[in-house]
């Protein structure tokens, strides 16, 4: 293995946490306009995520198939955390960043995880595997 293949899979790595991150926050914005979860979301949002990486990655299969999925549910992870910072910073009357900040990751996770449903946690299931299987398929490039 060449330091330019460990490099580009470090920046493969890299850029799927920063689209999962990305993702999560904009199905955080979904959600709070829309009042509702949203669980739903994690399907077109892991064939976005998906359909991103494939084309991006240059190590295509096994390996663009765990960065979608990963990317997937980090997504789904941020956006129950950013849904918890929310709730606590309006009924705190404090900014977003403050209340993260307070309340800490331990407290923004147990509130996020208490928020969770079974259905929620198969939507992400879904949405992961959905993300794999799309990644994993060969790209068709002219």
């Known amino acids: 293995m060449?330091?330019?293949t460990v490099a580009l899979s470090v920046f493969a790595?890299?850029?799927?946490?920063?689209l999962g991150l990305a993702a999560g926050a904009v199905w955080?914005?979904?959600a709070l306009y829309l009042r509702h979860p949203?669980?739903?979301l994690a399907l077109p949002i892991g064939a976005l995520l998906a359909w991103t990486i494939r084309t991006c990655v240059r190590?295509?299969?096994t390996f663009a198939a765990l960065l979608a999925a990963g990317a997937t549910l980090l997504a789904a992870f941020y956006v129950n955390l950013l849904v918890a910072g929310v709730l606590i910073a309006?009924?705190?009357g404090m900014g977003l960043i403050e209340a993260m900040r307070?309340?800490?990751?331990?407290?923004?996770?147990q509130l996020a995880r208490m928020a969770l449903s079974p259905a929620d946690l198969a939507d992400a299931a879904l949405g992961m595997l959905l993300a794999?299987?799309?990644a994993w398929r060969p790209s068709r490039r002219r």
């Open 2 to 4: 060449s330091v330019r």
């Open 38 to 40: 949203l669980p739903w």
């Open 102 to 109: 307070t309340a800490g990751p331990g407290m923004l996770w």
């Open 59 to 61: 190590l295509p299969g």
């Open 132 to 134: 794999a299987w799309l």
């Open 13 to 18: 790595l890299f850029s799927a946490a920063m």
């Open 90 to 92: 309006g009924n705190m």
């Open 28 to 30: 955080m914005v979904a």
